[in-house]
């Protein structure tokens, strides 16, 4: 499965972007996908996830702005995120896989100016 993240680029905070990841190759029909990210200086950390069945799932910091979505005709992921702080400023990846995430895309950046 190759994975191509995109959207990413500078808002002002309060702002709003929407990533979108395209997969290709080699799909399984059970699945998750997410997105993670990683800040200057720190870990990557757990944005947000779907699974295959519809199921969703979000981090604390970012629930009630970000909404996590997927086009199954398309193959594509995407994460729409409102009201953008500063703090959302990172490096974001998506990812796939069946037991685990199996395969990361190359990560875009989204910075958040105050």
């Known amino acids: 499965v190759q994975l191509q993240a995109s959207g990413g680029g500078l808002v002002q905070a309060g702002g709003s972007l929407r990533l979108s990841c395209a997969a290709s190759?080699?799909?399984?029909?059970?699945?998750?996908m997410g997105w993670f990210r990683q800040a200057a200086g720190k870990e990557r950390e757990f944005v947000a996830a779907?699974?295959?069945?519809?199921?969703?799932y979000y981090a604390d910091s970012v629930e009630g702005r970000f909404t996590i979505s997927g086009d199954n005709a398309k193959n594509t992921l995407y994460l729409q995120m409102n009201s953008l702080k500063p703090e959302d400023t990172a490096i974001y990846y998506c990812?796939?896989?069946?037991?685990?995430?199996?395969?990361w895309g190359q990560g875009t950046q989204v910075t958040v100016s105050s």
């Open positions: 990812a796939y896989g069946v037991r685990a995430y199996d395969f």
């Open positions: 190759g080699r799909t399984f029909s059970t699945y998750i």
């Open positions: 779907i699974s295959s069945g519809g199921s969703t």
